[in-house]
């Protein structure tokens, strides 16, 4: 799945070290290619692969497991990083 951020809402969160997947979580607990227990949260920027589930992507990435129009669609942990309050 491709995406763009018109309205420049991700940047912060998909640079955010404190998002970043460590390598043992990401086999571990994120289930990185593993279908249905792959966890539909895990996004790939410039510093690796990010925990986008306390972002505003969280909302779509969730209605698009509801439609079925995604194959990574476990929920596998609490999220890593904070919930930025300032966005819009």
Known sequence: MY???F???LGDYLLD???KIPK???ADV???EQKEKTCRYISLSKIG???MKKSPAKNKLDDLVKEKNMVANADNCEGL???ISDKK
């Open 3 to 5: 995406g763009v951020d």
């Open 7 to 9: 309205n420049d809402q």
């Open 17 to 19: 070290e404190n998002r």
């Open 24 to 26: 043992a979580h990401l």
């Open 30 to 32: 994120c289930k990185i």
């Open 49 to 51: 692969y990010v925990c």
């Open 81 to 83: 990083g904070d919930i």
